[in-house]
């Protein structure tokens, strides 16, 4: 049967209640509340009425789908038993309209079903509870940060998820609002019961609120994502790193002085790193981090370990933008990717033992991409995109790649310069 049954009218409002509006029929049931709230925030609010104001859902007509005229002749028992679950339905206000059978004679029908208040949906669905959870996160917010009703009205279901958390979030921006662009680490926010591992472990949800509460002037608009948190708003954070070796005999002479050898593995932050000028005339960057402490001797050189995308740490080395680069990944589509990021910080990268002869001499060590990319990649040259086509439509071998670390050590040492000479590369 399809005409619709009690179970289906609850359906719909669990529908509406996962969407989210029947809690955020609750934010603005109060209409001295909407004056709280800020110009650009009404101006949301009222585009969005259906959400936000308890008056636009209820009474709320549901969807109703009845029999039609020949059904209601020709099924007239099941109709009746339709009529009669409908009726006997609680909660639910069902209009009738008449209907003339031509042996039954005249008959009452429903023709619409109506819920005619929120408490009484939520009875329905059984979230009362839940609601009044809600309706207390509602009003503590309305309290403290009334710029944030406009965020629970969007966002009910997940601010019903944190509301064990919700008072702590609150202090948080309270917090923000009272220290904008702080100059500390998040370890040194001193509020009670708050540590920095919360903070941390909540970035995302705590950049949404932050970004309704605080003025435009406290905010790096620049920067965005979980991971730009402390940049974001003000806060200082863990330096950026660059790990590297120097390479060769002849590398860096002045390095002596320091300790530093062909052999030592060393890590500065990125800043320092930037002050370095080494004055080399080669910098290789590898994914492999074996490959980056075994990396065979080069005069007036050095090696960067990379670890895959991400070159923010070598974002402001002026004396880089200057130096040749030898970028070494893997043979995949995902390596000819970071060697396409990493021209768009550093236009004179060239790729190194990435190329076809290299990856048909150890046909024997081929593997398998588990999640190739398909993305197109502009900044590839013409060997480099040629390759990376037959990669990615697999036409060499399904999902085909060569791990660096699989290559062998006399191939590298062979593609390497006894001096200060050009290196093989695809491009040459």
């Known amino acids: 049967m399809s005409w619709t049954q009690p179970a289906d009218l609850r359906a719909q409002l669990l529908k509406l209640w996962s969407r989210g509006d029947l809690l ?37 007509r549901l969807t109703l789908k009845s029999p039609t005229s020949g059904e209601m002749s020709e099924r007239f028992d ?48 059984g979230k009362r509870r839940d609601a009044a959870r809600f309706a207390a996160l509602v009003e503590i917010t309305r309290q403290r940060q009334p710029l944030l009703l406009a965020w629970l009205a969007r966002r009910p279901l997940r601010a019903l998820e944190l509301a064990e958390e919700w008072a702590r979030l609150l202090d948080i921006v309270d917090w923000l609002k009272a220290n904008p662009l702080p100059g500390v680490y998040l370890r040194q926010v001193d509020i009670p019961g708050v540590h920095s591992k919360f903070i941390e472990a909540h970035r995302g949800v705590l950049a949404e609120l932050a970004d309704r509460v605080l003025p435009p002037e406290a905010i790096d608009l620049s920067a965005a994502g979980a991971g730009q948190f402390a940049q974001r708003y003000g806060f200082r954070d863990k330096p950026l790193r660059v790990r590297f070796r120097l390479l060769g005999a002849a590398s860096a002479p002045w390095a002596a002085a320091l300790g530093w050898g062909p052999d030592a593995d060393i890590t500065l932050d990125a800043a320092s790193f930037a002050r370095l000028a080494p004055g080399v005339s080669r910098v290789f960057i590898t994914e492999n981090e074996i490959n980056f402490l075994a990396f065979p001797p080069v005069d ?112 590298v040492k062979a593609s390497l310069p006894a001096s200060a000479y050009p290196l093989k590369t695809a491009a040459n």
């Open 24 to 60: 955020a029929s609750l934010v603005l049931r109060q209409p001295e509340s909407a004056g709280l709230l800020a110009s650009e925030e009404r101006r949301h609010q009222m585009r969005d009425a259906t959400l936000v104001s308890g008056e636009s859902l209820f009474p709320l």
């Open 300 to 411: 007036n050189s050095l090696v960067i370990f990379g670890a895959g995308y991400g070159f923010d740490m070598l974002a402001d080395i002026d004396w880089l933008a200057r130096c040749p680069i030898y970028y070494w990944g893997d043979i995949d589509t995902h390596g000819f990717a970071i060697l396409d990021q990493l021209r768009g910080r550093f236009a004179q990268v060239k790729s190194f033992l990435m190329d076809r002869a290299t990856l048909l001499a150890f046909e024997s060590q081929w593997g398998e991409e588990s999640a190739p990319t398909l993305r197109d990649l502009p900044r590839l040259t013409p060997p480099e995109q040629a390759l990376y086509d037959d990669l990615r439509d697999n036409r060499l071998r399904k999902n085909l790649r060569l791990e660096q670390e699989r290559i062998g050590f006399d191939w």
């Open 78 to 125: 099941e109709v009746r038993q339709w009529i009669s679950a409908l009726r006997a339905a609680d909660g639910y206000r069902v209009t009738l309209r008449e209907f003339r059978h031509r042996v039954f004679g005249a008959n009452s029908v429903p023709h619409e079903v109506w819920v005619d208040s929120l408490d009484t949906a939520l009875g329905l669905i």
